[in-house]
């Protein structure tokens, strides 16, 4: 194994997304889920920003401001930074996302983490979201690796398909109490048992 692939919501911050609507919905309670659902996407896919997104859910005044407090509330994920610190002597690392441009980029520089990974892959920056398997051809070619050479760890296991069937070991960080066939872990510290024996 030469690199670690990690997902961002779910594995290195806490929060999955889904806490997103019902966020949304404190204010806005007559908005559906799919009306939430689809801005988001589109920013997801780098096809709006995510200020456009909170303007077409109706919020005003400094847009900036607002998507501040909401991320501000997205905490990582405790042992992140120990297990990072130890993988950093023994493999390649990525994160693999599916965020628009600001929100990535505003979460990343607030943990400080940028300086950890050797490639970066958001969806709203490339226009590709997982589980399109280019993300994932993309990531790997950029680490200089081969497809089995790489392990990626999600809390989605439909990304994590994706991710074998181009020939990448997989393991379900299981922050959603989910099933899976595969390898799983709970948190860092086991992941860090599994990765270095």
Request: proline residues 3%.
């Amino acid at each position: 194994m030469q690199a670690v692939v990690l997902d961002m919501y779910g594995v290195i911050v806490k929060q999955t997304g889904d806490d997103f609507v019902p966020y949304v919905q404190r204010i806005f309670p007559n908005l559906r889920p799919e009306d939430i659902y689809t801005p988001w996407f589109k920013a997801d896919d780098g096809e709006l920003t995510s200020l456009d997104v909170w303007k077409i859910l109706g919020f005003n005044g400094d847009l900036e401001k607002v998507e501040k407090e909401y991320l501000d509330t997205i905490e990582i994920n405790e042992g992140f930074f120990d297990f990072i610190y130890a993988m950093r002597k023994y493999y390649k690392l990525a994160i693999i996302s599916n965020d628009s441009s600001r929100w990535s980029q505003y979460l990343r520089k607030k943990f400080d983490i940028n300086k950890y990974f050797d490639v970066i892959s958001i969806s709203g920056d490339l226009k590709i979201k997982k589980p399109d398997e280019r993300i994932f051809k993309h990531t790997i070619e950029k680490l200089g690796c081969i497809a089995s050479d790489c392990v990626y760890i999600d809390d989605r296991s439909g990304n994590l398909t994706s991710a074998n069937e181009i020939g990448m070991n997989t393991v379900l960080f299981n922050s959603r109490n989910t099933q899976y066939d595969g390898n799983i872990v709970t948190n860092f510290q086991e992941l860090a048992n599994m990765l270095i024996k």
